[in-house]
Nanobody
Framework: QVQLVESGGGLVQAGGSRRLSCVAS????????MGWHRQAPGKQRELVAVISSGGSTIYADSVKGRFTISRDNAKNTVYLQMNSLKPEDTAVYYC?????????????WGQGTQVTVSS
């Protein structure tokens, strides 16, 4: 089992910045991909950004140039630096990871952290 705990959400004004963190804990695992998704009220959950263990990244078009995903493999932590925030970025942000336990891959999700961007 792997547990993910997000932090860093809150209220921020449009144009401002926020940094989200997510720590993975457990035993006998290694992590392949880590990422962030978000879900706004009345909308489906969508990918925001993902980063591989080697540092390769993918971003949603809506956040390219504004958000940066990074990770500290030694700490099993992934970060999402969000700059130039817009009201449409308001959502619950979920951390997820693809972990390898034994010979199998498992996907885990955090509980989510609310980010609200005021206009």
């Amino acid at each position: 089992q792997v547990q993910l705990v997000e932090s860093g959400g809150g209220l921020v004004q449009a144009g401002g910045s926020r940094r989200l963190s997510c720590v993975a804990s457990g035993s006998h695992f290694s992590i392949n991909y880590m990422g962030w998704h978000r879900q706004a009220p009345g909308k489906q959950r969508e990918l925001v950004a993902v980063i591989s263990s080697g540092g390769s990244t993918i971003y949603a078009d809506s956040v390219k140039g504004r958000f940066t995903i990074s990770r500290d493999n030694a700490k099993n932590t992934v970060y999402l630096q969000m700059n130039s925030l817009k009201p449409e970025d308001t959502a619950v942000y979920y951390c997820n990871c693809v972990a390898i336990i034994g010979l199998s891959e498992y996907t885990y999700w955090g509980q989510g952290t609310q980010v609200t961007v005021s206009s």
